[in-house]
């Protein structure tokens, strides 16, 4: 089976509401108090768990059209997003390090999507 185009789009934007969510579920981890009415009446937190059950649907679609060992792998982007939206919304820090994890998790991506193709290397085993 080969993975449609629009199946990678859909992983793509799977990892961009799981990502929201997370940092969704940071914003409303800092109003808490821990009481149980209060954890399930946060909007923050029922924000976060509409946008998962989100990318939930839209991973379900993605895998009918797609490969599993394709697409599975692009949800590493969402450390990406993470990273970004984190410095805009909550003032984190890109530091060298976290660019560089960046940067592994594009080439891994990019490397993966090119052992997909079939007139790519293959790796044959000696006998």
Do not use: C, H, R
Not at 19 to 26: D, F, G, N, P
Not at 73 to 91: D, E, H, K
Request: proline share 2%; hydrophobic share 55%; no cysteine.
């Amino acid at each position: 089976m080969a993975t449609k185009p629009y199946a990678i789009f859909l992983i793509l934007l799977t990892t961009l509401f799981t990502s929201l969510a997370q940092l969704s579920y940071k914003a409303g981890a800092a109003t808490l108090s821990f009481n149980i009415l209060e954890i399930i009446t946060n909007p923050y937190l029922i924000i976060g768990l509409t946008l998962y059950g989100i990318g939930a649907v839209l991973m379900v679609i993605a895998l009918k059209a797609g490969e599993l060992s394709i697409l599975y792998p692009i949800i590493a982007t969402s450390y990406i997003w993470v990273s970004i939206f984190s410095v805009y919304l909550f003032g984190e820090i890109m530091n060298l390090y976290k660019w560089i994890g960046v940067i592994a998790i594009i080439l891994g991506v990019v490397f993966i999507g090119l052992g997909s193709k079939k007139d790519g290397l293959e790796y044959t085993e000696a006998v």
